[in-house]
């Protein structure tokens, strides 16, 4: 089963931030990060010193989750709204019958 653009964008951004703090294979953490900052179109993390770029990383990892959770929210808002409606409209039909 193929991943979707913002799963694999979650997975990706998670990867940089435990390889930005554990740095074990340089070569794999940079390659990723000229990859990402393709993917994102953003291409001044290199310019950014360690610590702001951590930041930037935390920053987008969380904001990914914000943005999951706000669709996930919506889901449930819409099933929850579409539920509502089916039961006032059989509950106003059965009112009408009587």
Do not use: P
């Amino acid at each position: 089963m193929a991943k979707n653009e913002f799963e694999q964008l979650k997975e990706d951004v998670h990867y940089l931030v435990v390889a930005h703090c554990k740095y074990k294979d340089m070569s794999m953490y940079l390659g990723a990060l000229k990859q990402f900052q393709k993917d994102i179109n953003y291409g001044q993390l290199e310019e950014m010193s360690y610590d702001e770029r951590f930041t930037f990383l935390l920053g987008f990892e969380t904001s990914l989750k914000a943005i999951e959770n706000a669709m996930n929210l919506h889901g449930e808002i819409k099933k929850h709204t579409e539920i509502i409606e089916w039961i006032t409209m059989e509950m106003g039909s059965n009112v009408f019958k009587n």
